[in-house]
């Protein structure tokens, strides 16, 4: 499972790259939604594109962002002064007597506060790392897809919810942001075929097992441990990941664009690194047949799915 991705934020660069547009109303839309919902998520990555405005409705984005880092940096604010409260009252009871309410009560609040002065410095940076263009399940990412003949860039949910479904199939099938490959004709089988997508990436990360190094004292092997590794492609390069995606619609709800990653058997050396997926690059010159799949004619998809990028993944623990 693909449950982690640098991916492009930069619509600019799609345009560039691509001669793709930019849906900016569907954009504008989603930044303004984010203000009234907590359950919008994006990248840092996704606010840079637009922090240099154009346009009208770029400008308005612009205003939303500002508006969303003022109400976040208040709340956050809050917070801090909340919890360094409360780790005062701890730190008294403690003076006097150890309790292990207190003891609990002031690691909480140490947690929460650097949590939460961690987020306030995120919010004020400017220069741009690496984790700002890192997605996550449940994030909204820039997806190109085909529409009247031009490539089109949306904003959407990295976890697809099928038309039709109801809200609750989101926590019902939580794995739904990856597509298995076995199972497009199946499961995916209204969106394969249908409606497809590409997300660009340059790295991807996956969870694994793996047993832990020996002990220094007896030599012992300890229990298995868990690791997130990242995947890098060599050569480095840009990936269009392929994927399918949907347009959900229902009553009392706002419309919700969202997608899945396609993933397959893995090559040998992500297999070996421990894990059973991997992500499907497509090349470059299948791009439009991808994106604007011929009616009924699956075996060619299967075909472009076949002559697929495949580049080595170098791998290595995730910072």
Same mark, same amino acid.
């Given at each position: 499972m693909c449950y982690s991705a640098e991916a492009w934020q930069d619509y600019d660069r799609y345009v560039r790259d691509y001669d793709a547009?930019?849906?900016?109303?569907?954009?504008?839309?989603?930044?303004?939604?984010?203000?009234?919902?907590?359950?919008?998520?994006?990248?840092?990555?996704?606010?840079?594109?637009?922090?240099?405005?154009?346009?009208?409705?770029?400008?308005?984005?612009?205003?939303?962002?500002?508006?969303?880092? %003022?109400?976040?940096?208040?709340?956050?604010?809050?917070?801090?002064?909340?919890?360094?409260? !409360? #780790?005062? +009252?701890?730190? &008294? @009871?403690?003076?006097?007597?150890?309790?292990?309410?207190? %003891?609990?009560?002031?690691?909480?609040?140490?947690?929460?506060?650097?949590?939460?002065?961690? !987020? #306030?410095? +995120?919010?004020? &940076? @400017?220069?741009?790392?690496?984790?700002?263009?890192?997605?996550?399940?449940?994030?909204?990412?820039?997806?190109?897809?085909?529409?009247?003949?031009?490539?089109?860039?949306k904003p959407m949910r990295y976890q697809c919810r099928p038309a039709g479904k109801p809200v609750l199939y989101d926590f019902r099938y939580p794995g739904t942001y990856n597509a298995r490959r076995d199972n497009l004709e199946g499961f995916w089988r209204g969106q394969f075929g249908v409606t497809h997508g590409v997300m660009v990436i340059n790295a991807f990360y996956e969870h694994v097992t793996r047993p832990r190094q020996a002990t220094a004292v007896g030599g012992e092997t300890s229990q298995i441990e868990n690791v997130i590794l990242k995947f890098k492609p060599r050569p480095a390069q840009d990936m269009l990941l392929a994927c399918l995606w949907s347009h959900w619609t229902g009553p009392d709800e706002p419309d919700l664009l969202s997608f899945a990653a396609i993933t397959d058997e893995p090559p040998a050396e992500v297999a070996a690194a421990g894990h059973d997926r991997c992500i499907i690059p497509i090349k470059p010159e299948h791009l439009?047949?991808?994106?604007?799949?011929?009616?009924?004619?699956?075996?060619?998809?299967?075909?472009?799915?076949?002559?697929?990028?495949?580049?080595?993944?170098?791998?290595?623990?995730?910072?």
């Open positions: 547009h930019i849906d900016i109303k569907t954009f504008v839309k989603l930044f303004w939604q984010r203000n009234e919902n907590s359950k919008v998520k994006m990248a840092k990555g996704m606010e840079a594109a637009f922090m240099h405005p154009k346009t009208g409705p770029e400008n308005e984005i612009l205003t939303a962002i500002e508006a969303f880092r %003022t109400q976040q940096t208040s709340e956050l604010e809050q917070e801090v002064f909340k919890q360094r409260q !409360r #780790l005062a +009252d701890a730190e &008294r @009871t403690l003076q006097t007597k150890m309790t292990k309410a207190a %003891t609990e009560s002031k690691r909480i609040a140490g947690n929460k506060i650097e949590g939460a002065l961690k !987020r #306030l410095s +995120d919010l004020r &940076r @400017t220069n741009l790392v690496d984790q700002d263009s890192r997605i996550y399940p449940g994030y909204m990412v820039p997806v190109m897809v085909m529409e009247g003949g031009q490539r089109v860039i439009d047949a991808w994106l604007n799949p011929a009616k009924g004619n699956l075996e060619a998809l299967y075909a472009i799915l076949d002559d697929r990028e495949r580049p080595y993944y170098e791998n290595r623990l995730a910072a």
